[in-house]
């Protein structure tokens, strides 16, 4: 299965956007690239999706660079409750084997 | 929909001991797996499974068996606990069709190994 790589942590501030980037160069045709959130004491939840296109939800916006070899998880304006770990993963065509990277550490400073 | 259930949600054990974490979900997913999470540490597989009857090992497997007899039930069974075994463990699910699925989470069981 294919890997990700993304920064261990990042920091923003209240009401500004940020910008999480994944690497995935090994990336094959069919794989879609899956973004999940974890709060503090959570279990992972799910933010957003996408294969070749940009895609938007409630949630987050998902930048997919045209060669698809990187994303970025866009949040468009954080909030103190957007403070989490940002995991990337690729989940291609009968994906068994799901392994999760390191993630993202966001702080969000007041 | 309950999504996906583990009990319980704390446990201790002692050193030697066995015990069983229990992963329920109500979504007919084929797809469940076992995660562990040490402090300040990502998402370690487990096992996982494809579909009733099916299993398999994923990154750190020592430890750990699981069966999966049932769609909905994914018992994680730790036949000799050791402290190296002290973490929190997440259960996932997914439905394999269409390949878009997304993962779902429970909220995780905490487990001490004194």
């Known amino acids: 299965d294919a890997k990700t790589t993304q920064p261990n942590s990042m920091e923003s501030n209240e009401e500004e956007p940020v910008h999480l980037p994944c690497n995935h160069s090994?990336?094959?045709?069919?794989?879609?690239i899956h973004w999940y959130r974890q709060l503090p004491s959570q279990g992972p939840e799910y933010v957003i999706h996408g294969l070749t296109s940009n895609v938007n939800n409630r949630m987050a916006s998902l930048a997919i660079a045209e060669d698809r070899k990187s994303s970025t998880l866009i949040l468009h304006r954080a909030t103190l409750r957007d403070a989490a770990v940002y995991y990337c993963i690729l989940i291609g065509k009968g994906a068994q084997k799901l392994v999760f990277g390191q993630g993202t550490r966001l702080t969000i400073n007041p | 929909n309950a999504g996906v259930t583990q009990t319980p949600k704390f446990q201790v054990l002692k050193t030697g001991q066995s015990m069983t974490l229990q992963c329920a979900q109500d979504m007919n997913h084929e797809y469940m797996s076992w995660y562990r999470q040490d402090p300040g540490m990502g998402l370690r597989l487990i096992h996982y499974s494809v579909g009733a009857g099916i299993t398999d090992q994923g990154e750190v497997p020592n430890g750990y068996n699981v069966s999966r007899s049932t769609t909905e039930d994914f018992p994680l069974r730790l036949l000799s606990a050791a402290p190296s075994q002290t973490s929190v463990y997440f259960c996932?699910?997914?439905?394999?069709?269409?390949?878009?699925?997304?993962?779902?989470f429970g909220e995780g069981s905490r487990l001490t190994v004194l």
């Open positions: 996932a699910s997914r439905s394999r069709w269409p390949n878009t699925g997304e993962l779902f």
């Open positions: 090994t990336i094959s045709g069919t794989d879609y």
